[in-house]
């Protein structure tokens, strides 16, 4: 089975643009975002979602106010400053508790308790060309590499009962954990980047990363004529690092126009030239 996942070394490079279109493009399709911490593929592909799972991500410390005797001992313990000393009894921040338990081992008199992160969801669901699995995690949660990978094998598991022999996966942007946990196993990553110093710049950032990896890569240049010195530059690194460079796509006001009414830009344009030119990446690497 293939996974081939989307990447960009930074936010608002056109990956997820690029990756609707891709989606849009077949039939019995299986999708993944994994970019769990801001998912927004599903604004586009607008699933219907038939399953909704709690997701924990870690545990939270809980104070029993009755219990506490306010020694400040927990204050003193905590070193992500999640705990602040109050006139009866300390108060606990939800968002910037770890949930590393110290607190609650050290406490003298068991004031304290662990319960369950389990704001984060996980959905499956079914759109227009197949079916999508994607997850919100929830702010202050943790782990978010780990809820990569649990996106990944429910979108693995349902491509094969499916028989479908690839999956597409919208991958979270930059160089972290969530990337890792995208890029670990997959057959192959298609960069998106932009001709901006700060866009080329952490594109040799994401294939240095990649290259670990032994995954293939190839290149998109989103936008290429908006600086087309850059794009060149971009290009011939490309060559010099033997990675190709399989479409420039020129900049276009209809994608805009297209993710305003829900709708990727192959859907909405199917003539224009970005639309072309993603359509000839699906039959080269998704067909």
């Not at 690092?241 to 276009?252: G, R, T």
């Amino acid at each position: 089975m293939k996974e081939i996942v989307i990447l960009s070394g930074k936010g608002g490079t056109g990956k997820t643009t690029v990756s609707a279109a891709l989606s849009t493009l077949g039939s019995g399709m299986v999708v993944a975002d994994c970019d769990v911490d801001a998912a927004n593929l599903y604004l586009i592909l607008q699933p219907q979602n038939y399953l909704e799972e709690k997701y924990t991500s870690g545990y939270k410390a809980v104070l029993n106010e009755d219990a506490c005797i306010n020694c400040g001992r927990c204050v003193d313990l905590c070193r992500f400053d999640a705990i602040q000393l109050g006139e009866d009894f300390p108060h606990f921040s939800e968002v910037s508790c770890e949930g590393c338990q110290l607190c609650y081992h050290e406490c003298p008199v068991g004031a304290i308790s662990m319960f369950p992160s389990n704001k984060s969801r996980l959905y499956e669901g079914t759109y227009r060309n197949g079916m999508l699995v994607h997850a919100r995690l929830a702010p202050g949660e943790e782990n978010s590499g780990k809820l990569v990978s649990v996106v990944r094998e429910h979108a693995k598991a349902l491509a094969k009962k499916q028989n479908v022999d690839c999956v597409v996966i919208d991958g979270p942007p930059g160089i972290g954990c969530p990337v890792i946990s995208s890029v670990t196993g997959a057959t192959e990553t298609i960069i998106v980047t932009e001709p901006t110093k700060s866009g080329f710049h952490d594109l040799k950032r994401i294939m240095t990363l990649a290259k670990n990896f032994k995954v293939e890569m190839s290149v998109i240049i989103n936008k290429y004529d908006l600086n087309t010195d850059i794009s060149a530059q971009i290009e011939s690194w490309c060559t010099d690092e033997n990675v190709s460079v399989i479409a420039k796509l020129p900049f276009d006001d209809k994608v805009v126009a297209a993710m305003v009414v829900g709708k990727s830009i192959v859907e909405y344009a199917p003539k224009c030239e970005v639309s072309q030119m993603i359509a000839e990446v699906y039959k080269e690497r998704l067909n």
